[in-house]
């Protein structure tokens, strides 16, 4: 069966973003996504050309994990030591609090009861829902951007089918947490629906490339991270 990237519309405000997992060797890059990417990609290169120098700033991106799915202490901070580090590729002072449930004994409790701030992002760790039509049947994640400012705050992660497929392929499950979190932050700061050729931000994960990428293949390109660079920096002034 050929599973394709598409997620339904949420409302008319919100559009969600799936990272799904393809079992099928022979999908093929059609002309009309082709031409989608392309156009994305141009306005991303656009944007990128804008920017000029990396920007340096004191300003924090500050991702704040919910971890509602009880995911252990040791795989919590093993995604967020994967995460951390490809993020850290785009802006050098990445945070994360852990709101919710504790996840180790060096990271207490954060009520996070504080207003979200223009650099911080919102990453839920739940279970897939078992009953939900809309979701598409092999999301690893799921973002939501806003059509008016084209950005987006809230992510959501399915640990679940995560360690299903670590599983299958022997990877670690909190590194691959880690690098399905990075994915979706990184559709928050990209704000559209792009998807890479090549690195973290391919559409579809198959079990293949889960078991044959290692390391530094899991990273940003080059315009990815600049693009992202001009929405921290936009924010910092």
């Known amino acids: 069966m050929l599973h394709k990237n598409v997620c339904s519309l949420l409302d008319s405000f919100k559009n969600a973003y799936c990272l799904v997992a393809s079992h099928d060797a022979s999908d093929t890059f059609s002309p009309m996504k082709a031409t989608a990417t392309f156009a994305v990609t141009a306005g991303l290169m656009a944007l990128m050309l804008s920017t000029g120098a990396r920007a340096e700033s004191p ?20 995604a967020r030591g994967a995460a951390g580090s490809i993020l850290r590729d785009i802006w050098p002072d990445v945070a994360f609090r852990y709101c919710g449930p504790r996840v180790s004994s060096e990271h207490p409790i954060d009520p996070c009861d504080d207003a979200l701030k223009p650099s911080e992002v919102v990453v839920r760790v739940i279970n897939a829902p078992a009953f939900k039509t809309t979701l598409h049947p092999d999301a690893y994640g799921v973002t939501y951007v806003v059509k008016e400012t084209n950005r987006g705050w809230l992510a959501t992660v399915f640990p679940d089918r995560i360690d299903q ?43 293949a490339l889960l078991a044959a990428r290692k390391g530094d293949a899991w990273r940003f390109s080059a315009f990815e991270a600049a693009a992202m660079r001009h929405v921290l920096a936009s924010i910092a002034g």
């Open 59 to 78: 300003l924090a991106l500050t991702v704040r994990l919910y971890n509602a799915a009880g995911v252990s202490d040791a795989e919590m901070v093993a």
């Open 165 to 207: 497929a670590a599983s299958r392929v022997g990877m670690d499950r909190g590194t691959l947490l880690g690098l399905v979190i990075a994915h979706e932050v990184g559709h928050l700061l990209l704000g559209t629906s792009y998807h890479g050729a090549t690195g973290l931000m391919v559409a579809e994960w198959p079990d």
